[in-house]
Protein backbone atom coordinates (compact mmCIF):
# COMPACT_ATOMS: atom_id res chain seq x y z
CA UNK A 1 0.00 0.00 0.00
CA UNK A 2 2.75 2.44 0.76
CA UNK A 3 4.51 1.28 -2.24
CA UNK A 4 1.18 2.80 -4.37
CA UNK A 5 1.17 5.80 -2.90
CA UNK A 6 5.02 6.59 -3.16
CA UNK A 7 4.66 6.00 -6.91
CA UNK A 8 1.44 8.28 -6.67
CA UNK A 9 2.85 10.75 -5.24
CA UNK A 10 5.97 10.61 -7.75
CA UNK A 11 3.40 10.80 -10.65
CA UNK A 12 1.56 13.33 -9.27
CA UNK A 13 5.13 14.84 -8.93
CA UNK A 14 6.22 14.44 -12.29
CA UNK A 15 3.40 15.99 -13.85
CA UNK A 16 3.55 19.24 -11.55
CA UNK A 17 7.10 19.73 -12.78
CA UNK A 18 5.80 19.63 -16.35
CA UNK A 19 3.01 21.74 -16.29
CA UNK A 20 5.76 24.55 -14.24
CA UNK A 21 7.73 24.56 -17.46
CA UNK A 22 4.96 26.31 -19.23
CA UNK A 23 3.57 28.62 -16.26
CA UNK A 24 3.66 32.81 -16.50
CA UNK A 25 5.72 35.25 -14.52
CA UNK A 26 4.58 38.48 -15.12
CA UNK A 27 6.05 40.29 -12.24
CA UNK A 28 8.85 41.13 -13.36
CA UNK A 29 9.99 44.96 -14.32
CA UNK A 30 10.94 43.34 -17.90
CA UNK A 31 11.89 47.17 -18.91
CA UNK A 32 14.80 47.05 -15.88
CA UNK A 33 16.44 43.62 -17.54
CA UNK A 34 19.25 44.32 -19.89
CA UNK A 35 19.98 42.72 -23.43
CA UNK A 36 21.04 39.32 -23.37
CA UNK A 37 24.10 39.46 -25.42
CA UNK A 38 25.21 42.12 -23.34
CA UNK A 39 24.95 45.14 -25.74
CA UNK A 40 23.27 48.30 -24.88
CA UNK A 41 20.55 49.36 -26.73
CA UNK A 42 20.48 51.00 -30.14
CA UNK A 43 18.20 52.29 -32.40
CA UNK A 44 17.65 53.99 -35.67
CA UNK A 45 16.13 56.80 -37.11
CA UNK A 46 13.21 54.89 -38.74
CA UNK A 47 12.65 56.19 -42.39
CA UNK A 48 8.95 56.44 -41.75
CA UNK A 49 6.20 59.23 -40.37
CA UNK A 50 3.22 58.24 -38.65
CA UNK A 51 0.65 59.46 -40.94
CA UNK A 52 2.32 60.30 -43.92
CA UNK A 53 0.32 59.51 -47.19
CA UNK A 54 1.25 55.58 -47.90
CA UNK A 55 4.76 54.96 -50.09
CA UNK A 56 3.71 53.55 -52.95
CA UNK A 57 5.72 50.75 -54.30
CA UNK A 58 3.26 50.21 -57.98
CA UNK A 59 1.26 52.81 -59.49
CA UNK A 60 -0.13 52.92 -62.31
CA UNK A 61 -1.94 55.85 -63.72
CA UNK A 62 -3.41 58.20 -66.87
CA UNK A 63 -2.85 61.74 -66.59
CA UNK A 64 -4.75 64.02 -69.55
CA UNK A 65 -4.84 67.89 -69.99
CA UNK A 66 -7.33 70.55 -71.15
CA UNK A 67 -6.73 72.09 -74.79
CA UNK A 68 -4.27 74.98 -74.95
CA UNK A 69 -2.13 76.77 -77.64
CA UNK A 70 1.39 76.41 -78.62
CA UNK A 71 3.43 79.15 -80.12
CA UNK A 72 7.11 77.87 -81.73
CA UNK A 73 10.03 79.84 -82.80
CA UNK A 74 12.40 78.45 -86.00
CA UNK A 75 14.96 76.78 -85.17
CA UNK A 76 18.00 78.81 -84.45
CA UNK A 77 19.65 80.33 -81.76
CA UNK A 78 18.05 82.82 -79.78
CA UNK A 79 19.77 84.63 -76.83
CA UNK A 80 17.86 84.87 -73.44
CA UNK A 81 16.31 87.78 -73.10
CA UNK A 82 15.26 87.78 -76.62
CA UNK A 83 11.16 89.21 -77.37
CA UNK A 84 9.30 86.15 -78.08
CA UNK A 85 7.15 88.07 -80.30
CA UNK A 86 10.25 89.45 -82.48
CA UNK A 87 10.46 85.78 -83.34
CA UNK A 88 8.96 84.28 -86.22
CA UNK A 89 6.07 82.07 -84.93
CA UNK A 90 4.87 78.52 -85.80
CA UNK A 91 1.39 77.85 -84.06
CA UNK A 92 -0.71 74.94 -83.27
CA UNK A 93 -3.49 73.88 -80.53
CA UNK A 94 -3.37 70.97 -79.09
CA UNK A 95 -6.45 69.19 -78.25
CA UNK A 96 -4.98 66.16 -76.47
CA UNK A 97 -2.27 66.14 -73.98
CA UNK A 98 -2.22 62.61 -72.08
CA UNK A 99 -0.81 59.07 -71.17
CA UNK A 100 0.05 56.64 -69.49
CA UNK A 101 2.38 56.23 -66.72
CA UNK A 102 3.74 53.67 -64.65
CA UNK A 103 6.39 54.10 -61.54
CA UNK A 104 7.77 51.53 -59.13
CA UNK A 105 9.80 51.15 -55.89
CA UNK A 106 10.72 47.84 -54.96
CA UNK A 107 12.25 47.19 -51.97
CA UNK A 108 15.50 45.39 -52.53
CA UNK A 109 16.62 45.76 -48.74
CA UNK A 110 14.46 46.87 -45.92
CA UNK A 111 15.76 46.73 -42.48
CA UNK A 112 15.75 49.07 -39.92
CA UNK A 113 19.58 49.92 -39.94
CA UNK A 114 19.22 50.33 -44.44
CA UNK A 115 16.56 50.86 -46.51
CA UNK A 116 17.81 50.24 -50.56
CA UNK A 117 14.78 50.28 -53.35
CA UNK A 118 15.15 49.89 -56.40
CA UNK A 119 12.87 51.66 -59.12
CA UNK A 120 11.62 52.15 -62.66
CA UNK A 121 9.59 54.96 -64.56
CA UNK A 122 7.51 54.95 -67.77
CA UNK A 123 5.66 58.09 -68.61
CA UNK A 124 4.20 58.19 -71.67
CA UNK A 125 2.78 61.62 -73.17
CA UNK A 126 0.33 61.90 -76.56
CA UNK A 127 -0.52 64.82 -78.77
CA UNK A 128 -3.07 65.92 -80.69
CA UNK A 129 -1.92 68.86 -82.32
CA UNK A 130 -4.07 70.74 -84.41
CA UNK A 131 -3.47 73.91 -86.68
CA UNK A 132 -0.54 73.47 -87.61
CA UNK A 133 0.81 76.76 -89.41
CA UNK A 134 3.38 79.18 -88.89
CA UNK A 135 7.55 79.38 -89.84
CA UNK A 136 8.75 75.76 -91.69
CA UNK A 137 11.06 74.78 -88.72
CA UNK A 138 8.74 75.11 -85.81
CA UNK A 139 5.81 73.12 -87.77
CA UNK A 140 8.28 69.90 -87.85
CA UNK A 141 9.13 70.19 -84.50
CA UNK A 142 4.85 70.17 -83.72
CA UNK A 143 4.52 67.58 -86.01
CA UNK A 144 7.09 65.53 -84.72
CA UNK A 145 5.38 65.85 -81.14
CA UNK A 146 2.23 65.23 -83.04
CA UNK A 147 3.31 62.13 -84.39
CA UNK A 148 5.37 60.41 -81.98
CA UNK A 149 4.60 62.15 -78.70
CA UNK A 150 7.36 62.22 -75.76
CA UNK A 151 8.12 59.53 -73.49
CA UNK A 152 10.23 59.69 -70.26
CA UNK A 153 12.19 55.85 -69.19
CA UNK A 154 14.56 54.90 -66.81
CA UNK A 155 15.63 53.49 -63.60
CA UNK A 156 16.40 54.50 -60.35
CA UNK A 157 17.83 53.63 -56.29
CA UNK A 158 16.81 55.40 -53.01
CA UNK A 159 19.24 54.28 -50.36
CA UNK A 160 18.09 55.90 -46.67
CA UNK A 161 20.44 54.75 -43.92
CA UNK A 162 20.42 55.89 -40.57
CA UNK A 163 23.23 57.14 -38.56
CA UNK A 164 21.90 57.28 -35.10
CA UNK A 165 18.50 57.08 -33.45
CA UNK A 166 17.84 60.80 -34.85
CA UNK A 167 20.14 61.15 -37.89
CA UNK A 168 19.94 59.55 -41.42
CA UNK A 169 21.28 60.35 -45.06
CA UNK A 170 19.18 60.07 -48.03
CA UNK A 171 20.65 59.32 -51.60
CA UNK A 172 18.74 59.20 -54.73
CA UNK A 173 20.25 58.58 -58.39
CA UNK A 174 18.28 57.72 -61.43
CA UNK A 175 19.35 57.31 -65.21
CA UNK A 176 16.64 58.28 -67.80
CA UNK A 177 16.50 58.20 -71.77
CA UNK A 178 13.64 61.20 -72.45
CA UNK A 179 12.36 61.80 -75.89
CA UNK A 180 10.38 61.16 -79.15
CA UNK A 181 12.07 57.95 -79.26
CA UNK A 182 9.94 54.53 -80.22
CA UNK A 183 11.46 51.29 -78.74
CA UNK A 184 14.63 51.09 -79.41
CA UNK A 185 16.98 52.73 -76.90
CA UNK A 186 18.70 56.44 -78.00
CA UNK A 187 22.31 56.90 -76.44
CA UNK A 188 21.30 60.53 -74.62
CA UNK A 189 20.59 59.19 -70.93
CA UNK A 190 20.04 62.00 -68.59
CA UNK A 191 21.10 61.56 -65.10
CA UNK A 192 19.75 62.98 -61.84
CA UNK A 193 21.40 62.73 -58.29
CA UNK A 194 20.15 63.91 -54.88
CA UNK A 195 21.64 63.63 -51.43
CA UNK A 196 20.76 64.38 -48.18
CA UNK A 197 21.33 64.65 -44.42
CA UNK A 198 18.44 64.86 -42.13
CA UNK A 199 17.22 64.70 -38.71
CA UNK A 200 14.45 62.59 -37.29
CA UNK A 201 13.63 64.43 -34.00
CA UNK A 202 10.33 62.15 -33.40
CA UNK A 203 8.00 59.98 -34.94
CA UNK A 204 5.82 62.65 -36.43
CA UNK A 205 9.14 64.84 -37.80
CA UNK A 206 11.53 64.50 -40.46
CA UNK A 207 13.64 67.12 -42.41
CA UNK A 208 16.71 66.98 -44.28
CA UNK A 209 19.01 69.32 -46.23
CA UNK A 210 21.03 68.22 -49.43
CA UNK A 211 21.87 68.96 -53.08
CA UNK A 212 20.57 67.53 -56.08
CA UNK A 213 21.24 67.36 -59.98
CA UNK A 214 17.79 67.59 -61.69
CA UNK A 215 16.55 67.80 -64.60
CA UNK A 216 12.66 69.32 -63.23
CA UNK A 217 13.23 72.79 -64.69
CA UNK A 218 13.78 71.14 -68.00
CA UNK A 219 17.47 71.49 -68.50
CA UNK A 220 20.08 69.95 -66.13
CA UNK A 221 20.36 72.11 -63.35
CA UNK A 222 22.13 72.22 -59.66
CA UNK A 223 19.65 73.40 -56.53
CA UNK A 224 19.72 72.96 -53.19
CA UNK A 225 16.38 70.62 -51.82
CA UNK A 226 15.08 70.43 -48.62
CA UNK A 227 12.69 67.51 -47.03
CA UNK A 228 10.35 67.97 -44.35
CA UNK A 229 7.71 65.87 -43.62
CA UNK A 230 5.72 66.40 -40.00
CA UNK A 231 1.95 65.08 -38.62
CA UNK A 232 0.13 67.16 -35.88
CA UNK A 233 -0.14 64.76 -32.49
CA UNK A 234 -3.84 64.55 -33.33
CA UNK A 235 -2.83 62.88 -36.88
CA UNK A 236 -5.25 64.87 -38.71
CA UNK A 237 -2.91 66.98 -40.72
CA UNK A 238 0.29 66.99 -41.91
CA UNK A 239 2.65 68.85 -44.39
CA UNK A 240 4.62 66.54 -47.20
CA UNK A 241 7.27 68.44 -48.91
CA UNK A 242 10.52 68.03 -51.01
CA UNK A 243 11.26 71.18 -51.86
CA UNK A 244 11.65 72.50 -54.76
CA UNK A 245 10.71 69.35 -56.31
CA UNK A 246 6.95 68.91 -54.40
CA UNK A 247 5.24 69.76 -51.23
CA UNK A 248 1.82 69.65 -49.75
CA UNK A 249 -0.70 69.98 -47.07
CA UNK A 250 -2.29 66.99 -45.94
CA UNK A 251 -5.54 66.50 -44.16
CA UNK A 252 -6.14 62.83 -43.16
CA UNK A 253 -10.03 62.39 -43.55
CA UNK A 254 -10.10 58.98 -41.67
CA UNK A 255 -7.45 55.50 -41.24
CA UNK A 256 -8.60 54.76 -45.12
CA UNK A 257 -8.60 58.30 -47.19
CA UNK A 258 -6.58 61.76 -47.31
CA UNK A 259 -6.79 65.22 -49.42
CA UNK A 260 -3.48 66.76 -50.55
CA UNK A 261 -3.67 70.37 -51.40
CA UNK A 262 0.17 71.39 -52.80
CA UNK A 263 1.70 71.62 -56.03
CA UNK A 264 4.71 69.20 -58.19
CA UNK A 265 7.59 70.76 -60.50
CA UNK A 266 7.66 68.26 -63.42
CA UNK A 267 10.46 67.84 -65.85
CA UNK A 268 13.13 66.19 -68.21
CA UNK A 269 14.90 66.87 -71.63
CA UNK A 270 13.58 65.42 -74.35
CA UNK A 271 15.93 65.16 -77.79
CA UNK A 272 13.71 64.82 -80.51
CA UNK A 273 15.54 61.85 -82.24
CA UNK A 274 13.95 61.57 -85.77
CA UNK A 275 14.42 65.67 -86.26
CA UNK A 276 17.99 65.70 -84.84
CA UNK A 277 19.08 63.11 -87.12
CA UNK A 278 17.12 65.25 -90.19
CA UNK A 279 18.53 68.19 -89.28
CA UNK A 280 21.77 67.45 -88.33
CA UNK A 281 22.34 65.25 -91.66
CA UNK A 282 21.31 68.60 -93.69
CA UNK A 283 24.08 70.32 -91.43
CA UNK A 284 21.46 72.82 -89.88
CA UNK A 285 21.70 71.53 -86.30
CA UNK A 286 24.28 68.96 -85.74
CA UNK A 287 23.68 67.87 -82.36
CA UNK A 288 20.63 66.64 -80.08
CA UNK A 289 17.58 69.03 -80.57
CA UNK A 290 16.14 68.77 -76.94
CA UNK A 291 12.79 70.56 -75.77
CA UNK A 292 13.20 71.69 -71.77
CA UNK A 293 10.20 70.74 -70.84
CA UNK A 294 9.11 72.02 -66.94
CA UNK A 295 5.94 72.59 -65.72
CA UNK A 296 4.55 73.64 -62.15
CA UNK A 297 1.52 71.94 -60.76
CA UNK A 298 -0.83 73.32 -58.41
CA UNK A 299 -3.29 70.67 -57.60
CA UNK A 300 -5.68 69.17 -55.21
CA UNK A 301 -5.26 65.45 -54.31
CA UNK A 302 -7.47 62.43 -53.05
CA UNK A 303 -6.06 59.26 -52.20
CA UNK A 304 -8.34 56.18 -50.45
CA UNK A 305 -8.06 52.99 -49.86
CA UNK A 306 -9.28 50.57 -52.19
CA UNK A 307 -8.87 47.04 -50.82
CA UNK A 308 -5.94 46.17 -48.47
CA UNK A 309 -2.81 47.47 -49.84
CA UNK A 310 -4.54 48.88 -53.05
CA UNK A 311 -5.30 52.93 -52.94
CA UNK A 312 -6.65 54.83 -55.54
CA UNK A 313 -5.48 58.53 -56.46
CA UNK A 314 -7.31 61.17 -58.25
CA UNK A 315 -5.70 64.45 -58.76
CA UNK A 316 -7.28 67.37 -60.43
CA UNK A 317 -4.96 71.02 -60.66
CA UNK A 318 -3.46 73.27 -63.10
CA UNK A 319 -0.73 73.02 -65.34
CA UNK A 320 1.74 76.16 -65.55
CA UNK A 321 4.47 76.54 -68.02
CA UNK A 322 7.33 77.17 -67.14
CA UNK A 323 10.02 76.10 -70.03
CA UNK A 324 9.16 74.57 -73.29
CA UNK A 325 12.31 75.96 -74.50
CA UNK A 326 14.49 73.76 -76.98
CA UNK A 327 18.39 73.21 -76.89
CA UNK A 328 20.42 71.67 -79.46
CA UNK A 329 23.32 69.75 -77.65
CA UNK A 330 26.61 69.17 -79.83
CA UNK A 331 27.14 65.69 -79.74
CA UNK A 332 24.09 65.13 -77.58
CA UNK A 333 26.53 66.53 -74.29
CA UNK A 334 25.02 67.99 -71.79
CA UNK A 335 25.95 71.58 -70.61
CA UNK A 336 24.79 73.57 -67.77
CA UNK A 337 22.95 76.73 -67.76
CA UNK A 338 21.27 77.07 -64.54
CA UNK A 339 19.57 80.20 -63.69
CA UNK A 340 22.12 82.67 -65.00
CA UNK A 341 23.88 81.15 -67.73
CA UNK A 342 24.02 82.75 -71.05
CA UNK A 343 23.89 80.50 -73.72
CA UNK A 344 21.55 80.91 -76.55
CA UNK A 345 18.59 78.59 -76.97
CA UNK A 346 17.60 76.85 -80.04
CA UNK A 347 14.12 77.73 -80.12
CA UNK A 348 11.77 79.59 -78.29
CA UNK A 349 8.36 77.81 -77.41
CA UNK A 350 6.00 79.02 -75.44
CA UNK A 351 2.87 76.58 -74.25
CA UNK A 352 -0.44 78.03 -72.72
CA UNK A 353 -1.56 76.47 -68.91
CA UNK A 354 -3.87 74.11 -68.93
CA UNK A 355 -5.90 72.54 -65.86
CA UNK A 356 -5.08 68.82 -66.16
CA UNK A 357 -6.27 65.68 -64.08
CA UNK A 358 -4.51 62.39 -63.01
CA UNK A 359 -5.92 58.92 -61.47
CA UNK A 360 -3.74 56.42 -60.46
CA UNK A 361 -4.22 52.72 -59.05
CA UNK A 362 -1.37 52.10 -56.48
CA UNK A 363 -0.31 49.20 -54.24
CA UNK A 364 1.03 51.12 -51.32
CA UNK A 365 3.46 50.13 -48.36
CA UNK A 366 2.75 47.91 -45.14
CA UNK B 1 1.99 -5.93 -6.64
CA UNK B 2 5.76 -6.12 -8.24
CA UNK B 3 4.30 -6.29 -11.92
CA UNK B 4 1.94 -3.31 -10.92
CA UNK B 5 4.94 -1.66 -9.43
CA UNK B 6 7.05 -2.47 -11.96
CA UNK B 7 4.34 -0.89 -14.90
CA UNK B 8 4.13 2.51 -12.74
CA UNK B 9 7.84 2.62 -12.40
CA UNK B 10 8.28 1.85 -16.32
CA UNK B 11 5.26 4.77 -16.59
CA UNK B 12 6.97 7.15 -14.82
CA UNK B 13 10.45 6.79 -16.65
CA UNK B 14 8.84 6.38 -19.81
CA UNK B 15 7.21 10.03 -19.14
CA UNK B 16 10.46 11.81 -18.18
CA UNK B 17 12.59 9.96 -21.05
CA UNK B 18 9.49 11.23 -23.39
CA UNK B 19 10.17 15.11 -21.85
CA UNK B 20 13.68 14.57 -22.59
CA UNK B 21 13.18 14.19 -26.18
CA UNK B 22 10.37 16.25 -26.83
CA UNK B 23 12.75 19.03 -24.68
CA UNK B 24 15.75 17.88 -26.92
CA UNK B 25 13.46 18.26 -30.40
CA UNK B 26 12.02 21.77 -29.35
CA UNK B 27 15.03 23.16 -27.95
CA UNK B 28 15.93 24.69 -30.89
CA UNK B 29 11.99 25.74 -31.96
CA UNK B 30 12.10 26.79 -28.47
CA UNK B 31 14.95 29.73 -28.85
CA UNK B 32 11.86 31.87 -29.33
CA UNK B 33 10.89 31.50 -26.33
CA UNK B 34 11.85 34.48 -24.53
CA UNK B 35 11.28 38.74 -24.22
CA UNK B 36 12.92 40.57 -27.09
CA UNK B 37 13.36 43.94 -27.81
CA UNK B 38 12.12 45.85 -31.44
CA UNK B 39 14.91 47.70 -32.65
CA UNK B 40 13.13 50.96 -31.69
CA UNK B 41 13.59 50.06 -28.41
CA UNK B 42 10.39 51.04 -26.36
CA UNK B 43 8.37 48.00 -26.39
CA UNK B 44 9.24 44.90 -24.99
CA UNK B 45 7.49 41.51 -26.27
CA UNK B 46 6.93 37.98 -24.61
CA UNK B 47 7.16 34.81 -26.90
CA UNK B 48 5.57 31.77 -25.45
CA UNK B 49 4.22 28.42 -27.24
CA UNK B 50 1.37 27.82 -26.12
CA UNK B 51 -0.02 23.60 -28.03
CA UNK B 52 2.58 23.73 -31.41
CA UNK B 53 2.41 27.47 -31.43
CA UNK B 54 4.41 30.51 -30.89
CA UNK B 55 2.55 34.00 -29.62
CA UNK B 56 3.72 36.97 -28.57
CA UNK B 57 2.63 39.64 -26.42
CA UNK B 58 3.83 43.20 -24.98
CA UNK B 59 5.00 42.89 -21.65
CA UNK B 60 6.83 46.65 -21.07
CA UNK B 61 6.40 50.02 -22.70
CA UNK B 62 8.59 53.06 -22.74
CA UNK B 63 6.03 55.18 -22.26
CA UNK B 64 3.24 52.99 -20.74
CA UNK B 65 1.02 56.30 -20.32
CA UNK B 66 -0.79 58.30 -23.22
CA UNK B 67 0.86 61.78 -22.96
CA UNK B 68 -2.60 63.36 -23.55
CA UNK B 69 -4.18 61.76 -21.07
CA UNK B 70 -1.92 60.36 -18.56
CA UNK B 71 -3.95 57.11 -18.85
CA UNK B 72 -2.36 53.09 -19.46
CA UNK B 73 -2.21 53.22 -23.57
CA UNK B 74 -4.76 51.61 -25.40
CA UNK B 75 -4.53 50.09 -28.99
CA UNK B 76 -6.45 53.08 -30.21
CA UNK B 77 -5.41 52.77 -34.07
CA UNK B 78 -7.33 49.61 -34.04
CA UNK B 79 -9.30 48.93 -37.44
CA UNK B 80 -11.55 46.84 -35.46
CA UNK B 81 -13.67 50.22 -33.06
CA UNK B 82 -14.33 47.55 -30.03
CA UNK B 83 -10.60 47.10 -29.72
CA UNK B 84 -9.50 50.42 -29.63
CA UNK B 85 -9.94 50.41 -25.48
CA UNK B 86 -7.96 47.65 -25.60
CA UNK B 87 -4.59 48.16 -23.07
CA UNK B 88 -1.69 47.68 -25.34
CA UNK B 89 0.24 46.45 -22.32
CA UNK B 90 -0.33 42.43 -22.64
CA UNK B 91 -1.84 42.76 -26.06
CA UNK B 92 -0.73 40.02 -28.45
CA UNK B 93 1.13 41.25 -31.25
CA UNK B 94 2.62 38.08 -32.70
CA UNK B 95 0.17 35.19 -33.82
CA UNK B 96 -0.05 31.50 -35.03
CA UNK B 97 4.08 30.93 -35.95
CA UNK B 98 4.83 27.11 -36.41
CA UNK B 99 8.38 26.19 -35.84
CA UNK B 100 9.84 25.37 -39.89
CA UNK B 101 13.58 24.27 -38.77
CA UNK B 102 16.52 26.18 -39.56
CA UNK B 103 15.75 28.83 -37.02
CA UNK B 104 12.32 29.88 -38.94
CA UNK B 105 8.89 30.50 -38.02
CA UNK B 106 6.46 31.19 -40.34
CA UNK B 107 2.60 31.47 -41.27
CA UNK B 108 2.02 33.80 -38.55
CA UNK B 109 0.93 37.47 -38.57
CA UNK B 110 2.53 40.70 -36.65
CA UNK B 111 0.04 43.38 -36.31
CA UNK B 112 1.65 47.16 -35.69
CA UNK B 113 -0.20 49.20 -33.10
CA UNK B 114 0.97 52.24 -34.68
CA UNK B 115 -1.05 51.95 -37.61
CA UNK B 116 -3.58 48.93 -37.13
CA UNK B 117 -1.74 46.81 -39.78
CA UNK B 118 -1.58 43.59 -39.58
CA UNK B 119 0.77 41.84 -41.59
CA UNK B 120 2.20 38.67 -42.53
CA UNK B 121 5.38 37.41 -41.08
CA UNK B 122 8.68 35.12 -40.81
CA UNK B 123 10.77 35.00 -38.03
CA UNK B 124 14.48 34.10 -38.47
CA UNK B 125 17.07 33.34 -35.28
CA UNK B 126 20.39 34.93 -37.14
CA UNK B 127 21.91 33.99 -33.40
CA UNK B 128 20.75 32.69 -29.94
CA UNK B 129 20.08 36.57 -29.30
CA UNK B 130 18.90 38.06 -32.57
CA UNK B 131 15.75 38.01 -34.69
CA UNK B 132 14.84 39.20 -38.00
CA UNK B 133 11.07 39.62 -38.25
CA UNK B 134 10.30 40.29 -41.68
CA UNK B 135 6.33 41.75 -41.81
CA UNK B 136 5.10 41.88 -45.45
CA UNK B 137 2.00 41.77 -47.76
CA UNK B 138 1.39 39.09 -50.05
CA UNK B 139 5.38 37.80 -51.22
CA UNK B 140 8.70 39.07 -49.22
CA UNK B 141 9.78 41.14 -50.97
CA UNK B 142 7.00 43.70 -50.09
CA UNK B 143 8.02 43.85 -46.79
CA UNK B 144 10.36 45.12 -43.75
CA UNK B 145 12.69 43.73 -41.25
CA UNK B 146 13.23 44.78 -37.85
CA UNK B 147 16.08 43.40 -35.49
CA UNK B 148 14.63 42.42 -32.29
CA UNK B 149 17.33 41.48 -29.58
CA UNK B 150 16.84 38.89 -26.78
CA UNK B 151 16.29 40.46 -23.30
CA UNK B 152 17.96 38.62 -20.57
CA UNK B 153 15.28 37.26 -18.47
CA UNK B 154 14.86 33.44 -17.59
CA UNK B 155 12.16 31.56 -20.33
Known amino acids: MKNYLLLACLWVFTLTVQAQVTDDDDD???????????SMSKTFANSRILGT?????????????????????????FAEGTAFNDVDQATGRATYTGGFRLNANIPVISRNTLVWQMGATYWDTRYNITNIAGNASGQSVLNALNQNGIRTGGINTTIYKPLSEY???LVQASV????????GLQSEVRTSVAAMWGKRPNDRKQWAVGLSRTYRVGAMNYIPIWLYNWTAPNRKWGIEALLPARGAVRYNIDRNSMILAGFELEGQSYRLNTLSETLAAAGLAPGSLEIRRGELRP??????????YFWLGVQAGYRLNFSYDADVLPGGKEFF?????DQNFAMLNSIGNAPYAQITINFVSP | MKKTFALLLALTFALFAQTDSIHSQDAEADLLVGVWEPS????????????????????WLKEPNDPEKGTPKVDKNNPDESMREVALKGYRILKDFTYKGKREWADGTIYDPENGNTYSCVIKA?????????????????????????VAVKK
Open chain 1, 53 to 77: SPQRFVSVGWDVQAPYDMTFSPIGS
Open chain 1, 28 to 38: IDYGAVELADG
Open chain 1, 176 to 183: DMSGDYGL
Open chain 2, 40 to 59: HGRARVKIDKIADKYYGKIV
Open chain 1, 299 to 308: RLEYMRQLTG
Open chain 1, 337 to 341: RGFFG
Open chain 2, 126 to 150: TDDNTLDIRGYIGVKTFGRTDVWKR
Open chain 1, 167 to 169: QFV
